[in-house]
C-alpha cells in the first residue's frame, strides 16, 4: 500500500513529512556539515598532520581499546542480565530492571565522580584493590569500568525483547534430542539471539567512543596514557586550535557514520531472522 496516498493511515502527510526534514536539517544535518566546512579550507596533507599528531594517535588507541574491551564485556554481562530479566520472575525484579536503565538517566558527571570516589585509592572499592598493589582509578582498567557502566544498559535492552520472544518450543526440542542445558544454548539459543546480541555490543562501543563526562574524572587525563579522543578536541578548542579539533571531530563523525551503518545493518539481520 501507498502510504503517501492513503487518507486514512497517515493524515497531513506533507505536512508531517515537512516538518521532520525541516527538524532534522536543523537539528542534525547543518551542525555536522560546519565540521566539513571548517575543514574544507584545510588542505589533505594539514587535514592528515591534525589527525596523526602523536599525543591524538595515543588518545585513538585509549578510546578504541578501552571501548572495544569495554563493549565485550557489557556484551557478557549484559547478556547474562538480559536473561535473566527476560526467563525468570522473582522478587525486585522490577527494582533490578530499574537499575539496568540508571545510566541513562543520571548526568554522566554524576557517574563519573561516583565511580572515581568509589575506585580511588581511598575509596570503597579502590581500598580493598589498592591492599594488593593494583590501582584503578586514574588508569585504563578505571576509563573500562566507566565505559562498561554506561554501555551495558544498550545490550540489555537489545538482547532482552529477543530472548522474550523466543520460542520455548525449539529448546524442548532439543532437549527432547538429548541435548543438555548448554548444548541447547550454544546450538539453538545463542544463534537466534546473537544478532541483536551484536547489535548491542556495537552500540555500546559506539556509545562508548563518544563518551566524555563518566571518563575524564576516572581516567587521569593524562597526555599519552589515559588521555581520551573527545578529551583532546575539548583541549584543542580551548587552546583555540579549530583545525586541529574540527579535524579530529571530522575523523571521529565519518567512524560513528560508519558504525551507524553497521548498526542498522545488523537490526535489518535481526529483523529477518
Same mark, same amino acid.
Given at each position: 500500500?501507498?502510504?503517501?496516498?492513503?487518507?486514512?493511515?497517515?493524515?497531513?502527510?506533507?505536512?508531517?513529512?515537512?516538518?521532520?526534514?525541516?527538524?532534522?536539517?536543523?537539528?542534525?544535518?547543518?551542525?555536522?556539515?560546519?565540521?566539513?566546512?571548517?575543514?574544507?579550507?584545510?588542505?589533505?596533507?594539514?587535514?592528515?598532520?591534525?589527525?596523526?599528531?602523536?599525543?591524538?594517535?595515543?588518545?585513538?588507541?585509549?578510546?578504541?581499546?578501552?571501548?572495544?574491551?569495554?563493549?565485550?564485556?557489557?556484551?557478557?554481562?549484559?547478556?547474562?542480565?538480559?536473561?535473566?530479566?527476560?526467563?525468570?520472575?522473582?522478587?525486585? &525484579?522490577?527494582?533490578?530492571?530499574?537499575? *539496568?536503565? !540508571? +545510566?541513562?538517566?543520571? $548526568?554522566?558527571?554524576?557517574? %563519573? /565522580? =561516583?565511580?572515581?570516589?568509589?575506585?580511588?585509592?581511598?575509596?570503597?572499592?579502590?581500598?580493598?584493590?589498592?591492599?594488593?598493589?593494583?590501582?584503578?582509578?586514574?588508569?585504563?582498567?578505571?576509563?573500562?569500568?566507566?565505559?562498561?557502566?554506561?554501555?551495558?544498559?544498550?545490550?540489555?535492552?537489545?538482547?532482552?525483547?529477543?530472548?522474550?520472544?523466543?520460542?520455548?518450543?525449539?529448546?524442548?526440542?532439543?532437549?527432547?534430542?538429548?541435548?543438555? &542445558?548448554?548444548?541447547?544454548?550454544?546450538? *539453538?539459543? !545463542? +544463534?537466534?539471539?546473537? $544478532?541483536?546480541?551484536?547489535? %548491542? /555490543? =556495537?552500540?555500546?562501543?559506539?556509545?562508548?567512543?563518544?563518551?566524555?563526562?563518566?571518563?575524564?574524572?576516572?581516567?587521569?587525563?593524562?597526555?599519552?596514557?589515559?588521555?581520551?579522543?573527545?578529551?583532546?578536541?575539548?583541549?584543542?578548542?580551548?587552546?583555540?586550535?579549530?583545525?586541529?579539533?574540527?579535524?579530529?571531530?571530522?575523523?571521529?563523525?565519518?567512524?560513528?557514520?560508519?558504525?551507524?551503518?553497521?548498526?542498522?545493518?545488523?537490526?535489518?539481520?535481526?529483523?529477518?531472522?
Amino acid at each position: 500500500m501507498n502510504l503517501r496516498n492513503s487518507k486514512n493511515i497517515i493524515p497531513g502527510f506533507n505536512i508531517t513529512l515537512s516538518f521532520t526534514l525541516i527538524y532534522l536539517i536543523i537539528i542534525v544535518i547543518l551542525p555536522l556539515s560546519g565540521l566539513f566546512f571548517v575543514t574544507a579550507k584545510l588542505s589533505f596533507s594539514e587535514f592528515i598532520a591534525n589527525v596523526t599528531e602523536p599525543q591524538v594517535v595515543a588518545a585513538y588507541k585509549v578510546s578504541f581499546f578501552s571501548s572495544f574491551i569495554a563493549a565485550i564485556i557489557s556484551g557478557v554481562f549484559g547478556l547474562i542480565i538480559a536473561w535473566v530479566l527476560a526467563k525468570y520472575d522473582f522478587y525486585g &525484579k522490577k527494582i533490578l530492571d530499574y537499575f *539496568v536503565d !540508571l +545510566p541513562f538517566a543520571i $548526568p554522566t558527571a554524576v557517574s %563519573g /565522580i =561516583t565511580l572515581a570516589a568509589l575506585y580511588a585509592k581511598n575509596g570503597w572499592i579502590g581500598s580493598i584493590f589498592d591492599k594488593f598493589g593494583i590501582e584503578i582509578a586514574f588508569t585504563k582498567t578505571g576509563i573500562i569500568i566507566a565505559l562498561i557502566f554506561v554501555g551495558f544498559p544498550f545490550v540489555v535492552r537489545t538482547v532482552e525483547p529477543i530472548i522474550k520472544d523466543l520460542d520455548r518450543e525449539l529448546e524442548e526440542a532439543s532437549a527432547s534430542l538429548g541435548s543438555n &542445558k548448554f548444548q541447547t544454548f550454544f546450538k *539453538v539459543t !545463542l +544463534p537466534i539471539i546473537f $544478532p541483536a546480541l551484536l547489535t %548491542g /555490543i =556495537t552500540t555500546s562501543f559506539a556509545r562508548a567512543l563518544g563518551e566524555y563526562g563518566s571518563v575524564i574524572f576516572i581516567a587521569g587525563n593524562m597526555p599519552m596514557m589515559t588521555e581520551i579522543v573527545p578529551l583532546v578536541i575539548i583541549t584543542k578548542l580551548e587552546q583555540y586550535d579549530y583545525d586541529g579539533a574540527t579535524s579530529i571531530a571530522l575523523l571521529m563523525l565519518l567512524i560513528s557514520f560508519v558504525m551507524l551503518l553497521v548498526i542498522n545493518y545488523l537490526q535489518k539481520l535481526t529483523q529477518r531472522r
